[in-house]
Structure formats: structure tokens, C-alpha cells
């Protein structure tokens, strides 16, 4: 008998009868510092052994932030726990339909930590269960690669990071060190140069630029004076990458200032990604072996006339021709998904 | 009878002879985030109106934090108010003697704080004592230029910032807007800049540098990873401005990074300087006008073979050549009093 914890979040289960949910799932879940996608989705459209282009989800929980780093190791494993039972409720099975499990979660960062969830997991379902466990950088290279764990993905939103794998297990990453030690090219750090270049325009240090006016005037603030109290008010870094549209808004406008502001995160964000495949040799040595790159953030997002992923591709793609840039058309937790998927494939 | 506040702080003055402190005095404040000195001085020495050059402090009192954007308006308040009457009660003097108070300090950014603090301070001493109030940059500058309020002050320790100050009474400064917001020329600054390099190197995007080595040497660390851990556990920017004197140590042993750090940090204390000296007009037209730059703080301390303050002055000095460069030969809380005695001595 498995454990009953968390307030009987299991509960749903005793309500099923024995013959319920017949058909074979598969848990995939996308863990955040914002929020937790877990998706359900049934096996056998898979098990010819070739892969549905868009692949059924039958259920999706949502919950908050599951970054043990964050919130703690409890409060992290509550939310884990709870997001995955609803999302077996929402499809009407129970844990003994479940073949696979793959949760994505941010802060895994070390084998101890994957370890100690594992555990964790392992006693939650029943022994049969193929049990894996990821940071969330895993989830988006498979949402990109429909499960494959291949190449190389950057990720931009409010922070940056890159990660690779090659095909024979081997890993490597760049950026994701936060703001204080240089993530140049998130969103924060476009974001931090945009006000820096406010402040220098206004006490003489640098040239004039339209940063001034529409940053002043999206924030509702009067002078640039104001920007030191509004950016000690709160040290979120989110809302401060949330500036990045005026950023790019002004470019577009010719602003020169936030011109070179783009270029340079454009330089950062290509140089991540090609420490990455130099590590690891993913385009091989002449640079041309194809390589997947998952692009994913809302730095990323092609919406914009000054686009900053097609800028970081093109950069990247001089110096590995190879490389064969994805924006994914799945969400993270489906990656996940896919990727417990294509281990169980090639178990049996 | 002035108000008796703060648990008696004044009751020294009573068990004092009526006609004991006969020489009349200035006492001279400065007000910091990390500590608070004040210095009492006799007036007497400069009557003839020639300041001494090595002016005699009777008493100092130390304290702790007296920016109230820090501690709150009453912890501010209590800690200024003991400090005074400590220095005070060491001369063997009561505020009868007082002749003239100059308040430098920092988080005093507004004439309305200028304003609440110059009122508070009027409420404690006799009718008929001069009361100053300042910033803590105002102090500085008086400490370069003997109390005479012309010039400009660069101050780089933990963070920089400059001011510049016209005969005219006119007013300008320069950076002083915090890590986030570019001051890239500071002790904070510098180190950040060296973490970053060594996370660079670590996961390729960077060259090679002898700061890694000697920075996870002087941490402890047995790897980059850990920085991460390291920067995150504590936000202080003193803990991380620490490093200053390592990356220095590494661009004296020859090392490309730590030199270009550095190199970058003299071109933005000195554009700092630039903008402020511009906006002013300090040096004329032509750049020649004769106008005092005082440096302080850790980042330009002449104990170094790579000396940061040396490379500042050069570059500043090809544009002005009209800037006096002056390394203070005595404390900011002499400097405030000296001010006041210069005030003083203007409307005798």
C-alpha cells in the first residue's frame, strides 16, 4: 500500500472503480518559479513507435511555483503532488494507469537533487512505474525536439540560460548565473541597460535617447530622478524585464541607444549558445552536422519587427552552419511527456 | 529651555560649572549607512580668519547608522543626537559654547529632507547656533578643500558617485544610482564585473583568467558553480565590493581580464567627472579653469602599484587640465566642520 499523504490528495482515486481508466498514461510536468503544468496523456497512440505530430492531451493542472529553492522542499512537494493528482482526476485514472512520469523541474540542478525527487516519486507510485526527473530546461529541449534529448536549447524570458546534450548523455550549459554575474542578454539585463542608459542620458554620461520618455511615461514617473526609488522598491527581476517590449518598441522607432541595448543582448544570447555547441561539439568540427536549437522566452517571441531570435539564429548560424533553429509548437510539460515517452521506448 | 529628549542624553550639562567650556566651538558631523563620526573643533585658531593647516579636533564620537532611508527618521535621530552630545560631553563643553553645527549626511537627497532635519537640529541647540545641513558628498569635497565648497568630489568605495559644487551655488552629480542602474566604476561594480569573468571563463563564453583561481581561493570555493550559491546568499554590495582588491592584485600580476576590468572602471569614474565638470562649466571653456577634484573612498586609494585614482586623474586631466587633483588629509566630519566655519566666517 502506497502512502496517503497531503491531506488525502489521493483520495479521488478510492471513488474510481477497480476496471476505471483502462488505458496507459503518461505523466508529463513542467515545473517554474511562477507556476507548475502537469499534462496527461494516453500512451497508445505512441506505441506503434511513431509519434502523434500533435499528440492528444487529455487533462492539464496547473498550480504555483514547485522551485524547491524557492519555496521550500515541502511546500515544493505539495504542489508536485497535488498538480499530478489533478491532473489524473481531470482524466478519470488512477496512479495504476500511469506508465511513465517525467517532472521538469527548475532548481534541479545537482544529481543529489534529482536523487532525493526521485525518491520522493518513486514511493508515490506504484513500483512499476518509470519514474524521471529533470531540471525544466530538459522539458523545453523536448518541446522543441518532440522528446528527443539532442541539442542545444536557450531559453530567454526574465532570466537566460543555455543548455546541450549529445546524443550520447553528455551535457553541458552557459548563462543562468543570474543578473549580478552577467546574464547580459534576459530580459532583466535588457531591461537594466535600458534605465542605466536613462540615467547616464540624464546626469551627462551618455547620449540623449526616446528610452527617456517612454520608459518615464509607462512607469508614470516625472523624472529620471524617480527611477533609483522606483528600482529599489521592489527587487523583483520580472518586473523589470517587463520593460523589454518598450526596449525593443523604441528600436524599432531608430533609437540608437536601444539599438545597441538589442545587439548587444543579440551578442550575449549567440555567444551562450555557441559555448555551448563548442563544448560539446554538437555541429561537429567543420560546423555543419545538424543541430537542433530550441528557442524558447518571451525575449525570444518572433512578434516584433526587431527580432531578437531571428538576430541571435542568424549570428549563430555563420559560425555553425548546421545548426536548425525550433520554436516549439507544444508547451513544456508535453515535452516532458514526450521525453519519458521515448525512454520508455528505447527500454523495450 | 530646549526640549530634554532621547533618555536624557543632555544630563551631562548639569553637573557642569556654568562657566565651564569657555572656548567656543563647531562641531562637525558626518552621517553614514555603515557609521557616524562627530568632531568637535575650537573656533578660536581660525578668528583671525587663516585656517590652520592641520586644524585641532578636541573630541570624537562614533556612532552607527544615521541614513534614515536606512534605520527610520527616530533611529537616525537618536543615533545623531547621542553622537553630538558624546562629542560635546568629551570636550568638557555644553551647547552653550556651540557656535555652529554642520550636519553631512547621507539619504539627505531633497530640500525637504534638508528641511525636516535642519528643524529637528534647530529645536536642540540654543537660538543663536548656526545649523547646517548637508549630504554626506558635501563633506568629503569639504574635507579636500579645507571647508570651501567649489569643485568636484568623486567618491568610489562600495558604490560612486560624483558631485560638483560652483562658487555660485549651483549643483550637479553623476552616477549614484545603485548597481542596477550603472555604476559600473565602483567597488561593487569591479567585483561584480570580476565574478562575471570568472563565470565566463568557467563555461566558455570568456577567456581564461587568474581570477578565478584567486578569487575561489580567497572564498573558499572549490568551484565556479559555487559563486552562484555565494552571490545569492547574501545581497550585501560591501560582501561582493570586498573582492576590489584581488582583481587589482591580478591586473598588477599581468592578468588580460582584471586589467580590462579595471581599465573600464577608470573610463567610467572619469566619465563620471566629465559629465559633472561639463554641465557646471567647473574648469572654463577651455578646460584650464583651476578647480579642486577630491577623491575618496576605497577604489582610488593610492596603495597600489595599478593605481585606479592615478588612471582617473590622467584621463580627466586631458580634457580639463585645469583639475587639481587633492587626496583628503583629513576625516569628512573635519571637513563638515570646517564648512561651517567657512559659513560662519562669509556672513561675519
Given at each position: 500500500m502506497k502512502r496517503e499523504r497531503n491531506g488525502g490528495v489521493w483520495d479521488f482515486e478510492h471513488s474510481m472503480a477497480p476496471a476505471s481508466g483502462g488505458q496507459d498514461l503518461i505523466l508529463g510536468l513542467d515545473g517554474g518559479t511562477t507556476s507548475t503544468v502537469c499534462i496527461s496523456m494516453p500512451i497508445f497512440p505512441f506505441t506503434d513507435g511513431v509519434l502523434h505530430p500533435d499528440p492528444p492531451v487529455l487533462a492539464r493542472a496547473i498550480a504555483g511555483c514547485s522551485n524547491h529553492n524557492s519555496v521550500g522542499e515541502t511546500a515544493a512537494r505539495e504542489t508536485l503532488e497535488h498538480v499530478m493528482a489533478d491532473a489524473l482526476s481531470q482524466s478519470g485514472s488512477t496512479r495504476s494507469s500511469v506508465r511513465a512520469v517525467c517532472l521538469a523541474v527548475s532548481?534541479?540542478?545537482?544529481p543529489t537533487d534529482q536523487e532525493r525527487i526521485l525518491n520522493w516519486l518513486r514511493a508515490i507510485f506504484p513500483n512499476e512505474v518509470k519514474c524521471f526527473v529533470h531540471n525544466d530546461a530538459v522539458a523545453a529541449m523536448a518541446s522543441g525536439t518532440m522528446g528527443k534529448l539532442h541539442g542545444c536549447v536557450l531559453i530567454a524570458g526574465t532570466g537566460t540560460i543555455t543548455y546541450g546534450y549529445t546524443e550520447d548523455g553528455r551535457e553541458a550549459r552557459a548563462a543562468g548565473a543570474g543578473p549580478v554575474l552577467?546574464?547580459?542578454?534576459s530580459g532583466y539585463g535588457i531591461a537594466a541597460m535600458a534605465l542605466t542608459a536613462v540615467i547616464r542620458a540624464y546626469d551627462g554620461r551618455g547620449p540623449q535617447t526616446l528610452l527617456t520618455s517612454s520608459i518615464l511615461q509607462a512607469l508614470q514617473l516625472s523624472s529620471p530622478d524617480e527611477l533609483i526609488g522606483w528600482t529599489y522598491a521592489d527587487p523583483s527581476w520580472a518586473r523589470i524585464a517587463a520593460l523589454v517590449p518598450i526596449v525593443v518598441s523604441c528600436a524599432e522607432s531608430g533609437d540608437e541607444v536601444a539599438n545597441g541595448i538589442l545587439h548587444d543582448a543579440v551578442q550575449e544570447l549567440a555567444e551562450s549558445v555557441r559555448a555551448v555547441v563548442s563544448r560539446l561539439g554538437l555541429c561537429g568540427e567543420d560546423g555543419k552536422d545538424r543541430c537542433p536549437l530550441v528557442m524558447v522566452g518571451g525575449v525570444l517571441?518572433?512578434?516584433?519587427?526587431?527580432?531578437i531570435g531571428k538576430r541571435v539564429i542568424s549570428l549563430v548560424s555563420k559560425e555553425f552552419p548546421g545548426m536548425r533553429p525550433i520554436r516549439p509548437k507544444v508547451e513544456p510539460a508535453v515535452g516532458a511527456a514526450l521525453l519519458a515517452w521515448n525512454f520508455l521506448k528505447e527500454e523495450s
Open positions: 532548481g534541479v540542478n545537482h552577467g546574464d547580459w542578454g517571441e518572433a512578434n516584433k519587427k526587431w527580432d
